[in-house]
């Protein structure tokens, strides 16, 4: 046993090196197995059967405890004399334990054995026999019969033990979160267990892209699905009830880990947690399966073979393919089509994969694909039985989960299981979420997955945590690099001292290669990557750059530092996060004595998806990082002027870069135009597509730089509605309806959040009188709501997260009942300020009301007449000028074209709401705007058929449980039929979902 001093006195810090232990000493001392002992895990069953152990089996068990004993012995020896007993004992007490636990094993002749193949986590260690595995593998053929082979075939191979060595390499390579790389905190390789440490993840629905309802106006669509209502389900429940799912989301959310989740959970044999029992998991990444059509048109099943021998499995995996495909019981795995950077390669992986499981589905087999959801809506595949999720954000509850099992799984790895451990895990758990719950910015960044993994590394190795992504991401990677260097001196001392500087010159040059080069993002080959790095070494004068290439390369694949050996002969980077970044830096550089070459390669790639994040992340390094602000605000400046880029485009990215920069990564004034630019490009149908005027009222409302009139209730926008007859409804359900002969005003657009939020802060939803008929239905009291009774009280609208929670979106999560107690709230707020005329109140319109603001009266106004409470002054029912409607019985609130630019509707494939005011081509006569698409709006109407009379009790107030509402408008998922002006829902006065929304009228009282 080697004794390593790290510091000039032997006793404050010491690292005792013995084969494959590393010991820290501290307060408490910290101590971790590394490659000595496997994370064991113990089957149980409820018969508890055991099963005998083999000798080979009782053999490796005797050989492990003589070596635990051994290393017990030698630390005795060597630190009995420099720490204290109490001190001792606490560093042999993990070691004494396990030796303990393998003794128990030994006496007691065999390990139990699970028959439902639960593994059982915890703190105590549990093990894996190969003879459990192997009963695994025979539970999973034992449900299928065998093919015949015929005469005169070769013998088939025995699947138990093909399948049995395949499980154990899955359970091998993923039982631990993959930390290779993300830092050496107290010098203690981090191998922590992924069923422990996994939290569940949820996803958003997306519709189908057909249209199922009934479009009969007087028909209510009650068959509503769980997808369809888009609340976050978790995405186990998604899968369960799918053939196939598409699982979409950002940067490190946690796509690639689900999958890594759910191959373990198979192997190990718990498929009955998530639903599907005794299925095989085949894990593949795309871009390998991508770069092998580049080469030759291989079908999938072969190409999966093919790729495991590659990774040096040298098994009959075919047979065993092509066995369990046949019977139904492979759960197909397939990781990162965003990652295949051709749109072309695209299409075709995506067709062959789409192809393959077609067929394949229809024998039972299952299949996941993730994907960024850039480079995926240009290739978005269309085959029924496939669900679309797109992962949202960890909430509250998922953040304490995910830093409540990390706390104590690294405090258990360092000090092994022990009383102090566990009270040094409550310590470090406090104060990692009190930094990430009392600081906005670093709440934000928590709410990713990867992010907060990050953030917990940089707290245990006492690296003050930043605010900003970018910021985050540089002193990560400085931490990285430290931390890298560190390890590599543990082994060896370094021939060069690759200090953080010229490390991040050798992997910025490197990873824009790779953007550049490579067809598949992430990987390359070590041979060109080889050469890349002579060149780049070359290039920074090196005196041997073969030496330092090899030397470089050398250290990734053995201290597995941010560049990695991912197998087969293929390198990249520890996640692509990381090489954005390093390629962002790149970018940069290229700038550093004028930003002329910089900004010809941000508008070189500006169109492509694939670099969006890139130069994102340069205009971030540049002003935060490196401190040019005026740097950053001359290359924006430039780019918002640039002709060459496509209109919105520019203007997006400027935005985005100024969510990163904002305060002090740019100039007051280039923030100026920035927000103008946003200001404009919002609203220009003209020229800019929907996708990206929605965005721009994103960032807008990410900055917190809104306009009054959709952020504040007072100076809320209404339009005038003049009274007289107009044409409601159509076809045998069409009347001429004259019962609105006095005018009205209506809301220009939905109420948005932050003028319902306005509502809740001022205790709306504890003033009982707002709440008559929603506590006569038990439905409010004590200043709560509750919608369905399964999901609990309510004080607020429920978040459906973001981008529905975004100020200048309309509101959402709210029942009927909150829609009328708001209008309520409103009366009398107005009332007091002495804006609204005695006589008249705020109200749900009725729906004949909301009609014909949509489609117009057999008049409409010249020109429409707009204006906010504070300026009606009494002249509540003005004279305006009217015109003959030309279109008095238009099927869409701008006449009869299509709604392609029109409205957010499912062909416009946002699935989210959007900002109020990002669609000004589908405004009404009157003025109004968002009234097909976006949300569903909440009347005051009961559901009735029409023909509409007053008589039948539709407008009484007195609404129960089991009463219908009318909702109009369609929303963002529905297609263009369904956002027609004639078109009408009904719901339940207690549901809420993530697409129901309102507006308000101004009426006389009893009209």
């Given at each position: 046993?080697?004794?390593?001093?790290?510091?000039?006195r032997?006793?404050?810090?010491?690292?005792?090196?013995?084969?494959g232990l590393?010991?820290?000493?501290?307060?408490?001392?910290?101590?971790?197995?590394?490659?000595l002992?496997?994370?064991?895990r113990t089957?149980?069953?409820?018969s508890?059967l055991?099963?005998?152990?083999?000798?080979?089996?009782?053999?490796q068990?005797?050989?492990?405890l003589?070596q635990?004993q051994?290393?017990?012995?030698?630390?005795?020896?060597?630190l009995?004399?420099?720490?204290?007993p109490?001190?001792l004992e606490?560093?042999?007490?993990?070691l004494?334990?396990?030796?303990?636990?393998?003794?128990?094993?030994l006496?007691?002749?065999?390990?139990?054995?699970?028959?439902?193949h639960?593994?059982?986590?915890?703190?105590?260690?549990?093990?894996i026999?190969?003879s459990t595995?192997?009963?695994i593998?025979e539970?999973?053929w034992?449900?299928?019969?065998r093919?015949?082979?015929?005469?005169?075939q070769p013998?088939l191979?025995?699947?138990?033990?093909?399948?049995?060595?395949?499980?154990t390499?899955?359970?091998n390579?993923?039982r631990?979160l993959?930390?290779r790389?993300?830092?050496?905190a107290?010098?203690?390789?981090?191998?922590l267990p992924?069923?422990?440490?996994?939290?569940?993840?949820?996803?958003?629905p997306f519709?189908p892209?057909?249209?199922t309802?009934?479009?009969?106006?007087?028909?209510?669509?009650?068959?509503?699905?769980?997808?369809?209502?888009?609340?976050?389900?978790?995405?186990l429940?998604l899968?369960?009830?799918q053939?196939?799912?598409i699982?979409?989301?950002?940067?490190?959310s946690g796509?690639?880990?689900?999958?890594?989740?759910?191959?373990?959970?198979?192997?190990t044999g718990?498929g009955?947690?998530?639903?599907m029992?005794?299925r095989l998991?085949?894990?593949?990444?795309?871009?390998?399966?991508?770069?092998?059509?580049?080469e030759?048109?291989?079908s999938?099943q072969?190409?999966?073979?093919?790729?495991?021998?590659?990774?040096?499995?040298?098994l009959?995996?075919?047979?065993?393919?092509?066995e369990?495909?046949a019977?139904?019981?492979?759960?197909l795995?397939?990781?990162?089509?965003?990652?295949?950077?051709?749109?072309?390669q695209?299409?075709?992986?995506?067709?062959?994969?789409?192809?393959?499981?077609?067929?394949?589905r229809?024998?039972?087999?299952?299949?996941?694909?993730?994907?960024r959801?850039?480079?995926?809506?240009?290739?978005?595949?269309?085959?029924?039985?496939?669900?679309?999720g797109?992962?949202v954000?960890f909430?509250e509850a998922a953040?304490?989960s995910?830093v409540t099992r990390w706390?104590?799984a690294?405090?258990?790895?360092?000090?092994?299981v022990?009383g102090?451990?566990t009270?040094?895990?409550?310590?470090?758990?406090?104060?990692?979420l009190t930094a990430?719950?009392q600081t906005p910015?670093?709440?934000?960044?928590?709410?990713?997955?990867?992010l907060l993994t990050?953030l917990a590394?940089?707290?245990?190795?006492?690296v003050?945590?930043?605010q900003?992504r970018?910021?985050l991401?540089?002193?990560?990677i400085k931490t990285?690099?430290?931390h890298w260097?560190?390890?590599?001196?543990l082994?060896?001392p370094?021939q060069?001292d690759?200090?953080?500087?010229?490390?991040?010159r050798?992997?910025?040059?490197l990873a824009?290669?790779m953007?550049?080069?490579?067809?598949?993002l992430?990987?390359?080959k070590?041979t060109?990557?080889?050469?890349?790095l002579?060149?780049?070494?070359?290039?920074?004068?090196?005196?041997?750059?073969?030496?330092d290439?090899?030397?470089?390369?050398q250290?990734a694949?053995d201290?597995?530092g941010?560049?990695?050996?991912q197998?087969?002969?293929?390198?990249g980077?520890?996640?692509r996060?990381f090489?954005?970044y390093?390629?962002?830096?790149a970018?940069v550089?290229?700038?550093?004595?004028t930003?002329?070459p910089?900004?010809a390669?941000?508008?070189a790639?500006?169109g492509?998806?694939?670099?969006?994040e890139i130069?994102?992340?340069?205009?971030?390094?540049?002003?935060?990082?490196?401190?040019?602000?005026?740097?950053?605000?001359?290359?924006?400046?430039q780019?918002?002027t640039d002709?060459?880029?496509?209109s919105?485009?520019?203007?997006?990215l400027?935005?985005?870069?100024?969510?990163?920069l904002?305060?002090?990564?740019?100039?007051a004034?280039c923030?100026?135009?920035?927000l103008?630019a946003?200001?404009q490009?919002m609203v220009n149908?003209k020229q800019?597509?929907?996708?990206?005027?929605v965005?721009?009222g994103?960032?807008?409302a990410?900055?917190?730089?809104?306009?009054d009139a959709v952020t504040?209730?007072?100076?809320?926008?209404?339009c005038?509605?003049p009274g007289?007859p107009?044409?409601l409804?159509e076809?045998s359900?069409?009347?001429?309806?004259?019962?609105?002969?006095?005018?009205?005003?209506i809301?220009?657009f939905?109420?948005?959040n932050?003028?319902f939020?306005?509502f809740?802060?001022?205790?709306g939803?504890t003033q009982a009188?707002?709440?008559?008929?929603?506590?006569?239905?038990?439905?409010w009291e004590?200043g709560?709501?509750?919608?369905w009774?399964s999901?609990g009280w309510?004080?607020a609208?429920?978040?459906?997260?973001?981008?529905?929670n975004?100020?200048?979106h309309?509101v959402?999560?709210?029942?009927w009942y909150?829609?009328?107690?708001?209008?309520?709230?409103?009366?009398?707020?107005?009332?007091?300020q002495g804006w609204?005329?005695?006589?008249?109140?705020?109200?749900?319109p009725s729906e004949?009301?909301w009609?014909?603001a949509a489609?117009?009266g057999?008049?409409?106004?010249?020109?429409p007449l707009v204006?906010a409470i504070?300026?009606?002054?009494?002249?509540?029912?003005?004279d305006?000028g009217?015109?003959?409607?030309?279109?008095?019985?238009?099927p869409?609130?701008?006449g009869?074209?299509?709604?392609?630019?029109?409205?957010?509707?499912i062909?416009?494939?946002?699935?989210t709401s959007s900002?109020?005011?990002?669609?000004?081509?589908?405004?009404?006569?009157y003025g109004?705007?968002e009234?097909?698409?976006?949300?569903w709006e909440?009347?005051?109407s009961?559901f009735?058929?029409?023909?509409y009379m007053?008589?039948?009790g539709?407008?009484?107030s007195?609404v129960?449980?089991?009463?219908?509402?009318t909702?109009?408008?369609?929303a963002f998922?529905t297609?263009?039929?369904?956002?027609?002006?004639?078109?009408?829902i009904?719901?339940?006065?207690n549901?809420?979902?993530?697409?129901y929304?309102?507006?308000?009228v101004i009426?006389?009282?009893g009209?």
């Open positions: 046993m080697d004794i390593i001093k790290t510091a000039p032997w006793l404050p810090c010491c690292v005792v090196k013995t084969h590393i010991v820290t000493k501290r307060s408490p001392p910290l101590l971790m197995m590394d490659n002992f496997e994370v064991r089957f149980r069953s409820a508890h055991k099963t005998i152990m083999d000798e080979k089996e009782k053999a068990l005797k050989s492990k003589a635990i051994q290393e017990i012995e030698a630390i005795k020896e060597r009995s004399d420099l720490l204290p109490e001190g606490n560093m042999l007490q993990p004494q334990q396990q030796a303990a636990h393998i003794q128990n094993q006496e007691g002749s065999g390990v139990l054995v699970s028959g439902d639960n593994v059982v986590l915890g703190d105590s260690a549990t093990y026999t190969n595995i192997l009963q593998s539970q999973f034992k449900q299928f019969p093919s015949p082979t015929p005469d005169p013998p191979p025995d699947l138990h033990k093909v399948t049995t060595h395949y499980l390499y899955l359970i390579r993923y631990f993959d930390f790389g993300l830092g050496i107290d010098r203690v390789p981090l191998r992924l069923l422990e440490m996994y939290v569940p993840l949820s996803a958003r519709l892209k057909g249209e309802w009934d479009r009969d106006p007087a028909v209510a669509d009650d068959d509503v699905t769980s997808a369809q209502l888009h609340e976050p389900l978790p995405v429940d899968l369960q009830s053939e196939g799912l699982l979409l989301g950002d940067p490190g796509k690639t880990t689900f999958l890594k989740y759910l191959a373990l959970l198979l192997a718990q009955t947690a998530v639903g029992e005794n998991p085949l894990v593949l990444p795309l871009s390998a399966y991508a770069n092998a059509l580049a030759s048109d291989i999938l072969d190409f999966i073979e093919i790729y495991y021998r590659n990774l040096g499995i040298d009959p995996l075919d047979e065993m393919l092509r369990a495909l019977q139904g019981g492979v759960l795995l397939l990781d990162g089509l965003d990652e295949v950077k051709s749109l072309g695209r299409h075709l992986l995506v067709d062959r994969v789409m192809t393959f499981f077609a067929f394949q229809s024998r039972g087999n299952k299949m996941v694909l993730t994907s959801l850039v480079g995926y809506r240009d290739v978005r595949p269309v085959l029924d039985g496939i669900a679309e797109t992962l954000d909430d953040i304490r995910f706390t104590l690294v405090e258990k790895a360092a000090q092994g022990t102090q451990a009270l040094d895990a409550e310590r470090e758990k406090e104060e990692l990430v719950f910015g670093i709440r934000q960044l928590a709410t990713n997955p990867l990050i590394l940089m707290k245990r190795q006492n003050g945590l930043p900003r970018v910021e991401y540089d002193q990560y990285l690099i430290k260097n560190l390890a590599r001196g082994d060896r370094p060069r690759l200090d953080v500087v010229e490390t991040t050798v992997l910025a040059p824009l290669w953007q550049e080069t490579n067809p598949s992430g990987l390359v070590e060109a990557m080889q050469q890349q002579v060149a780049i070494f070359t290039q920074r004068e090196s005196e041997d750059p073969q030496h290439a090899q030397q470089f390369l250290d694949r201290y597995a941010l560049l990695l050996d197998g087969a002969g293929m390198y980077f520890l996640h996060t090489q954005e390093f390629t962002a830096v970018i550089q290229k700038g550093q004595r930003i002329e910089m900004i390669a941000l508008v790639n500006l492509d998806e694939a670099w969006y130069l994102r992340l340069s205009l971030a390094v540049l002003g935060i990082v490196q401190g040019r602000d005026e740097a950053a605000s001359d290359v924006i400046e780019l918002l002709e060459a880029v496509e919105g485009t520019a203007v997006l400027a935005g985005d870069a100024l969510v990163d904002w305060p002090g990564g740019v100039l004034a923030r100026k135009h920035v103008a946003l200001n490009t149908d800019v597509a929907p996708v990206q005027r965005g721009a994103v960032i807008l990410r900055m917190g730089v809104l306009d504040t209730v007072n100076a809320m926008p209404f005038f509605v007289g107009f044409w409804g076809g359900y069409e009347q001429q309806c004259d019962l609105l002969s006095a005018g009205y005003w809301g220009k939905p109420i948005t932050a003028q939020a306005e809740v802060a001022d205790g939803y009188e707002l709440w008559t008929e929603a506590a006569t239905v038990e439905r004590n709560r709501i509750q919608d009774s999901r309510r004080t609208p429920h978040d459906y997260g973001d981008p529905f975004l100020a200048n309309p959402v999560g709210i029942t909150e829609a009328l107690a708001c209008t309520r709230w409103l009366t009398r707020r107005w009332q007091e609204l005329t005695t006589g008249f109140h705020v109200a749900l004949i009301e009609e014909k489609r117009g057999l008049t409409i106004p010249d020109k204006k504070t300026e009606l002054s009494g002249n509540v029912l003005p305006v009217l015109r003959a409607n030309v279109e008095e019985k238009r869409y609130p701008w009869s074209d299509l709604p392609e630019n029109r409205a957010n509707f062909d416009v494939e946002l699935s900002s109020v005011g990002c669609f000004p081509n589908g405004r009404t006569p109004c705007e009234v097909s698409g976006n949300v909440w009347t005051r009961h009735q058929t029409y023909p007053l008589a039948d539709r407008e009484n007195n129960k449980l089991f009463h219908q509402m909702l109009r408008g369609g998922w297609d263009a039929e369904r956002i027609r002006c004639v078109t009408r009904r719901r339940a006065p549901d809420r979902n993530d697409n929304g309102f507006r308000v009426k006389k009282k009209e």
